[in-house]
């Protein structure tokens, strides 16, 4: 019902930045949120960021300052903008939207070197 291509992910030194985006297809009006989790080796996957339909967002404290997210509604398109990148980022990021039930992405890489 509903389909998530995002891309963005890739290697960049600490301190850097990287924009992913995920674009939404199908079923869309059923979407309430919509955000990012990610997956570092060895760990549990966690949220980052998310954003509702209302423009209302939250962040994982490891990431809050450095991280940011928004939506463009005509695109069906959301955006996570990274700055300050550490190594401790490195992981694979899935978009996921949340509405009769949770869709995912693909997933992208993310690496940041020291």
């Known amino acids: 019902q509903v389909q998530l291509v995002e891309s963005g992910g890739g290697l960049v030194q600490a301190g850097g930045s990287l924009r992913h985006s995920c674009a939404a297809s199908?079923?869309?009006?059923?979407?309430?949120?919509m955000g990012w989790h990610r997956q570092a080796p060895g760990k549990q996957r966690e949220l980052v960021a998310a954003?509702?339909?209302?423009?209302?967002?939250s962040y994982a404290d490891s990431v809050k300052g450095r991280f940011t997210i928004s939506r463009d509604n005509a695109k069906n398109t959301v955006y996570l903008h990274m700055n300050s990148l550490k190594p401790e980022d490195t992981a694979v990021y899935y978009c996921t939207a949340l509405g009769l039930r949770r869709y995912w992405g693909q997933g992208t890489q993310v690496t940041v070197s020291s």
């Open positions: 954003i509702s339909s209302g423009g209302s967002t």
């Open positions: 199908g079923s869309i009006f059923s979407i309430n949120t």
